[in-house]
């Protein structure tokens, strides 16, 4: 799940009626398309372990069984700046990927046996690190909201793998490894091909 506060809400605008005509012929869940973002009861348990309830705004979510939400106006400025390290898109797809063993836990499945070891050893490292950087008040390339639980930490490290893989390679070198393996793309290697190209 993504919460609205993470960043500033830069207005919205109406969603085109052949656009919406288009998801409705051929998209079956088109409906979980939300224009804008929006209200959804909550309930959550922040690091001190306080209880929060009420009603926020969200940006996006992933269900068990494979729903995803998104805003539509979000899901647009992110495509439009594809290197600031946030994209919901990428966000609650990784909380899809995350959920396909059933467990919402920050730990998808991994194609060998043998990379669950180096996957554990360096995940809870980074988030461990994430999390104490937030609580020092220290700036982290990696966005603090991943330091909620280690589902949210996978999500977080997924927008800045996809987003900002030349940061992320140089300062958690460890952690862009794993991603690499995972998702079978060197996202920085490709980053620079086409910055070659485009010379
Ligand atoms: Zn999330």
Known sequence: ?????????LGSSPFPATWLRILRERVPYYRLLYPSSYEAPSKFVDPAGVVHEGDESRLGEAWLRGAIILSW???????ADFQDGHNVTFHEFAHQLDQQDGTFDGAPLLEKRSSYRSWARVLMKEYRALGDAAERGQETLLDQYGATNPAEFFAVITEAFFERPKA??????ELYEELKKFFHQDTL????KSRREAK
Not at 189 to 192: F, N, P
């Open 189 to 192: 290697a490709r980053l620079e």
């Open 73 to 79: 106006d979000d899901v647009r400025r992110d495509s």
């Open 168 to 173: 992320l390679k140089e300062k958690h070198p």
């Open 1 to 9: 799940m993504l919460r609205k506060w993470r960043r500033r809400r």
